[in-house]
């Protein structure tokens, strides 16, 4: 099935779903028409006065609010060229807040995450700051239009009732309304760094829902850890799955070489992660149909009161394990369980007698007893029938869904509208699903029935 682009109309759903506005945007690229598509454009000027370059490619005119320009190759571009180039001062990330001693002050008595404090930054540079911002071109021109998940309307949320991406997306827009009433408190009421005009929560959720779709994560060598940080001009590049981008830096100068290459007039492409669709939905209000990387989030975790909660936590975190982890089951794993999430359950439904048999969990993925692993599997059919009982509609009737979109296409190619991508959405996580429950049946068939098996788990029974 090919799905073609097309435009549609959004509403805005944080916290709570307001009245759809009469923005387009494109669930392909989350673009459109909108709020400011005719205001002057400031990013040329910006690229050229901070010295970031593309390489061979030539950023294509702002015709919307509304996602990504693209950069379109001048030129065929051979795999392996150099395709972008700034120097590294380019790079926003929270640190740049010290800039500003009021601010900085404010949030350092705050316990905020990067990508709040990055946000915060960007409305202050925006609204408080305006045209003296040093990075005021980039900040303006920043997209004022979504598509992704949080917000679409009502009626095209229904689609996806029953998948984690729903919840998800509702969660986002709960933390950010919590994270407003917060930061207003702190900025606005205690200490009036910005205006109440100036700090309002529209603009709050313009720059949280910016930071999500066109931040890339760094890793800091002295912390081991990885932190968004936003790199002008390259969010601007068309985002794919594949590998087809290398980011480096070299002598203070961050480059991307294209790995893939493109033809002349063609997108260039970047590669910011191997992202499944429904995080692709959430930040980008992206779907890739077929995407290798799609998975389902599940997490399985034992009873609080469980009387051997305490050890089994312990026994978890000794390799690296919680009670609440949440793994993905994959697309392409054709339904296989993944070993740490098979480990967890054994740990998590051992019995008393048991718990001398956690050496053999911390050795590998070996079962520990019959009957423990009986429970094991037995809790991975009946979560799955769970999480299959919480859709409205079954498979076949997604699949019934799917023909009727197919009768409406034109000339055999069907328009990319919510609807849709919410049904090839939902359908996915029910495969997947439905796939791990034959997996479960297969391998206890195994146990059962393939000579030695039995005999090594019938003495732990």
């Known amino acids: 099935m090919k799905l073609a682009r097309t435009v549609f109309y959004g509403a805005l759903f944080l916290a709570t779903f307001v009245k759809a506005s009469d923005d387009e945007v494109e669930v392909i690229d989350v673009d459109g028409p909108g709020l400011e598509a005719s205001k002057a454009d400031l990013l040329p000027k910006y690229y050229k006065e901070n010295q970031i370059t593309f390489v061979g490619a030539t950023l294509n005119e702002r015709v919307s609010s509304g996602g990504r320009r693209g950069l379109k190759a001048e030129a065929d571009i051979p795999a392996g060229s150099e395709v972008y180039r700034a120097p590294i001062e380019n790079i926003i990330s929270m640190g740049r807040v010290a800039k500003h001693a009021d601010l900085a002050k404010a949030l350092a008595s705050m316990d905020v995450s990067p990508t709040v404090g990055i946000s915060v930054l960007l409305v202050y540079e925006k609204f408080k700051v305006g045209a003296a911002s040093e990075i005021y071109g980039y900040v303006n021109s920043l997209p004022t ?74 890793n800091i060598e002295e912390s081991g850890k990885t932190v968004p940080v936003l790199l002008p001009g390259f969010d601007e590049f068309d985002l794919t799955v594949e590998n087809v981008s290398s980011l480096n830096l070299v002598n203070d100068t961050i480059t991307i070489t294209s790995l893939s290459g493109a033809k002349a007039g063609a997108p260039v492409y970047v590669n ?108 991975l059919l009946m979560a799955c029938e769970k999480m299959l009982s919480l859709y409205p509609t079954s498979i076949h009737e997604d699949d019934e869904k799917l023909k009727e979109f197919a009768a409406n296409a034109t000339d055999g190619e069907l328009t990319a509208t919510r609807p849709l991508v919410a049904v090839l959405q939902r359908r996915m996580e029910k495969q997947i699903l439905l796939r791990t429950k034959i997996w479960v049946f297969e391998q206890w068939s195994k146990i059962l029935t393939e000579d030695g098996n039995m005999m090594a788990f019938m003495e732990h029974y």
């Open 145 to 218: 239009n979504f598509g992704g998940v949080q917000y679409w309307g009502e009626e095209e949320l229904k689609e996806l009732i029953g998948s984690p991406l729903l919840s998800d997306a509702q969660g986002r827009s709960r933390a950010t309304a919590d994270d407003y009433a917060k930061l207003a408190k702190v900025l606005v009421e205690e200490n009036e760094i910005m205006s109440k005009e100036e700090f309002s929560f529209e603009n709050f959720a313009w720059a949280v829902t910016n930071v999500f779709a066109r931040s890339l994560l760094l």
């Open 272 to 379: 910011n992660g191997n992202k499944a669709n429904d995080n692709l939905l959430l930040n980008h209000g992206t779907f890739i149909e077929g995407n290798p990387h799609d998975s389902l989030p599940v997490n399985i975790r034992m009873a609080d009161e469980d009387p051997l909660y305490d050890v089994k936590q312990r026994m978890m975190a000794s390799i690296g394990l919680t009670p609440g982890y949440q793994f993905r089951l994959k697309r392409n794993d054709n339904g296989t369980v993944p070993d740490g999430m098979m480990r967890s359950l054994r740990i998590q439904l051992m019995r008393s007698k048991e718990i001398d048999r956690f050496s053999v969990i911390r050795r590998g993925v070996e079962p520990i007893s019959l009957y423990n692993e009986a429970l094991v599997y037995r809790t």
